[in-house]
């Protein structure tokens, strides 16, 4: 049940309405979310109740401590490499796929077995995060807005406003026109704009690009197809989540504007990029010990972080390479900024733009790894961009004006997401507002499209 569509829209609306009105709203919450999980098939309902069932056995019945972390790890991880990895492990990894998303996976079971893990290893940290009762639990990883393709939350962000459901105590929201705000612009990102790239990027990365300018559009249109489609993805789960009365973390804040790759990754996925420092970084003593360990540290993270999206080399060596990049910026560039030469150098308005393309070019490469079926297409598809045949495109001036137009709505973006608008967003709740957002995210779901485009990370 794709977000995009009209059946999430009646079921979300019929949801709220019993949700709302309910005298056990925890409980009308939990039978929701399971029915949204049932559409997705049998197998898929199975494997999560399995999951959910067996996390909870061993919080109830096995004393905290290693053992529990260790049945923990065993069984997520288990299950994740079992279902999503089995044909890489084989070693049939010379293939090459013109795919990058593999349908067939489970839905979102990469996020809730990372959800998992994470509650398993907070609860042997600070016991009182632990919730005894099944239906809490089960809410807490099966919560449908952020079940298939996150925010990953953690115990202490969502467990208590779940148990606050339970005892029939829901918050009450007065700010509906921010919820609805937020389910607008993630349509609008993921039906006009995502959705509008997406036969472009598929037929330069499918047919393979025939000049310079072709490659480097393709790649350039893909950067911005996954961001307006993930981010509007994590926009409608958190503004459903917030009508819902549950408030989800933020998982995006205009990463193209980044300047560096940390500050990148503190602004991409942000909630898979913590999950990546607090339980693997930090337990590995990332920022102990000599400069060639932190970065082989950082090299493993990484390579994971890479492999979790896909099993791909190209998926390990998009994650390796942002290492690399990572690791570069950290032992070179840093301490150079931090020169008296550096300082006087990023004081200049012109230098620190430069800085920023360079910076954004070095993303839009690294992406033609995420999006190319195998490393070995992507490293066809570099070598077009930077040493392909340049003809002349009549088109050129348009590309150049809607590339632009990219970076410019990120920028604008941006802009409204700062306090001004959000007091603007209050002075404007009202009923004729919530109605007419309403309104305008049902001519969304309903506009005519000629190609099913379902969102990226549905299947990750």
Known sequence: MYF???AYFGFFVLTLLIVRYSRKPGIALLLASAAFYVAAGWFDTALIATLVGTNWLLFRYVAAGKTRLILAVVVNIGVLAAIKYR?????DVGVDHTAYIDTVLPLGISFYTFQLLAYQIDVVREPRLGERRIGPFTLFIMFFPQLIAGPIVRARQLLPQIVRLFAGRPRILRLYCYGLALCTLGLCKKVILADSLAPMVDDIFFLGPATMIQAWTGAWLFTFQIYFDFSGYSDIAIGSAYLLGIRLPHN???PY???????FWQQWHI??????????????????GTSARQLAVLLLVMGIAGLWHGASTSFILWGGLWGCYIGLHRCVLAPLARSGIGEHFLRNALAKACLWVIHLVIIVCLWVFFRAGSSTVAWDYLGVMFNGPV??????SLLVVGCVSLIALHYVEAQGRCATSRFTVRRWNRPIVWGALAGFCLWLVVLPSYTENPFIYFRF
């Open 4 to 6: 995009n569509t009209l």
């Open 87 to 91: 044909v890489f492990l084989s070693g």
């Open 257 to 263: 504007l980044s300047t560096s790759p940390r500050e």
């Open 271 to 288: 909630t898979l990029s913590t999950w990546i420092r607090d339980y693997l970084y930090v337990p590995l003593g990332g920022s102990k």
């Open 391 to 396: 003809e002349p495109s009549s088109n050129l």
């Open 252 to 254: 995006f804040r205009t």
